[in-house]
C-alpha cells in the first residue's frame, strides 16, 4: 500500500467510490423512497469531492494509520491477555450482581455480628459454629415475619377481583 496518494490516484479513488455510493443509493431509493435515496446520493458525493479537493490523502493516511494500529494490536499476545482479564472482569461483576440479587454470597446485618463472636471461642468447635450458621442463614426464612410491599400488593387485588366479579367477569 503506497504512503501517500498523488493527486489523480485521489480523484480516481474518490471517483470509485462515488460511483458505487450511487448505484447502493439507487437500489435505496428503488427500495425505501426518494427522501432515503436522496441522503444516499448525497454521502456518495463526499468521496469525489475530497478527491477534487485534494484531501483523498489526508482520509488515505488517516485510514492507512487506523489500518497499521489495529493491526498491530491484533498480533500482540499483550492486548490479547488484557482483552481476556477485561471479559473475566465484565463476567465476575455480572455473577456477582445475580449472587446479590438472589441473596447468596451475603451476611446479613445480625449474623455479621454473631460470627466474630463465635471466632473468639477459639477452637475447631468455634470455627465450625461459626461456618455453620451463615451457611444456614443464607437461605432460611425470617424468623419474625413483617408484611411485606407484596403482601400489601395482594390486599389491592381483592378489591379488583370484587370490581371484575361486579361486571361479570370472572
Known amino acids: 500500500m503506497p504512503e501517500n496518494l498523488t493527486w489523480m490516484t485521489g480523484v480516481i ?3 470509485g467510490l462515488t460511483l458505487v455510493g450511487l448505484v447502493i443509493s439507487f437500489v435505496v431509493w428503488r427500495a425505501k ?6 441522503r444516499g446520493v448525497a454521502w ?11 484531501l483523498m490523502n489526508a482520509v488515505w493516511q488517516f485510514v492507512m494509520s487506523i489500518v497499521g494500529i489495529l ?3 491484533l498480533f500482540n499476545p499483550a492486548v490479547w491477555a488484557g482483552v481476556v482479564l477485561a471479559g473475566l472482569a465484565v ?3 455480572v455473577v456477582s450482581g445475580v449472587m446479590a440479587a438472589r ?3 451475603t451476611r446479613s446485618g445480625s449474623g455479621a455480628s454473631e460470627e466474630p463472636k463465635a471466632a ?4 475447631r468447635a468455634g470455627a465450625a459454629g461459626a461456618a455453620g450458621p451463615a451457611a444456614g442463614q443464607v437461605g432460611a426464612a425470617p424468623k419474625n415475619p413483617k408484611k411485606t410491599a407484596a403482601d ?3 390486599a389491592d387485588l381483592g378489591d379488583i377481583e370484587a370490581l371484575l366479579r361486579k361486571r361479570g367477569i370472572e
Open 13 to 15: 479513488l474518490g471517483g
Open 152 to 154: 400489601d400488593d395482594l
Open 71 to 73: 493491526v498491530g494490536l
Open 103 to 105: 441473596g447468596v454470597g
Open 33 to 38: 423512497g426518494a427522501a432515503h435515496g436522496l
Open 44 to 54: 456518495s458525493l463526499l468521496p469525489l469531492a475530497a478527491g477534487l479537493i485534494g
Open 91 to 93: 463476567v465476575l461483576y
Open 120 to 123: 473468639r471461642g477459639g477452637g
